[in-house]
């Protein structure tokens, strides 16, 4: 799917997080970056009335569009409001999820957005999850769905759920590397100074861009890293790099990145791969080489854990 075209649901009240990361993902134009902007429209059943936004001092959005916009969207996300029961939504709304799904576009829910896929009825058997508050109420009220505890964001088919406020920065950045590559995905992410990847359940791995740089800061010894990914590194060796004891070193490095480094690295040296079988003609091998894996057999095996295809598969689906 070429994906040119997005829509944004707003019901009130209106959760801003969502909105405004829906828009920070898809919205902006970042030219200055390489990436040609996307149609965006923010969509409502009344455009033009201001909604009040779920907020302890309310303040109101105006979308500019109304349900008639959504069709022939690429993505259409519905962004998250109070969860309500299957019959608090209008019949309008719920027709129009209904329609661009079977038009064949993406459907992407934040948080609790997950509520109006359900009363769609665009989650009947199917894999999704949505925020950790509501996974009762949401299994009560729609009997037939898969609920996932524990994942940040589900993909099942053409519908995308995500759990609560930030899973949501990962669900789109998902999409985004499935829609438009890694290459993209990645230049977003630095912008917005948030993990690339974070794939996995409540307590995935995380491997973040690289940190702002502070006197105590690890920020320095991850970019030498991330930029001399071919040498062989050890947790000894990147402690002494950073000039800390091991224990020191592990301590911190768990404090402020999230892993452990061994953990860290592998996810490195994976989406250094991935960007290397989008943009270069270089083989398995040469890449496994160049990344720091000791063989492709070596890369194979990591990048199927991390990716779910192998390498040979994955270069076949960006660049044909």
Known sequence: MALRTVSVLLVEPVSVFEFALATEVFGLDRRDNGIEPLDFRVCTERPGTPLQTKTLSPFTITATDGLDAVAGS??????ATLPRTP????Q???QTLRDAHEEGAMILSLCSGSFALGAAGLLDGRACTTHWMYFDAMERAFPKIKLDRTALYVQDG???TSAGTAAGIDASLHLVRAELGTKVA?????????PPIRDGGQQQFI????????ADSLAPTLSWVAAHL????TAASLAQRAMMSERTFARRFAAEV?????KWLIQQRVLAARSLLEESDLGIEQIAERVGFNSAVVLRDHFRRQVGLAPADYRRRFVA
């Not at 690429?74 to 962004?79: G, N, T, Y």
């Not at 977003?188 to 948030?194: K, L, Q, S």
């Not at 071919?230 to 590194?233: L, V």
């Open 186 to 194: 990645n230049k977003i992410a630095r912008r917005m100074v948030v």
């Open 258 to 262: 999230g892993t452990t480094p061994h």
């Open 158 to 160: 053409r519908v995308i």
């Open 207 to 214: 491997d973040l861009p690289m940190p702002e740089s502070s």
């Open 230 to 233: 071919d040498q062989n590194h």
């Open 92 to 94: 309008a709304l719920l």
């Open 87 to 90: 019959t608090g939504y209008s």
């Open 74 to 79: 690429d993505l259409v996300i519905m962004s």
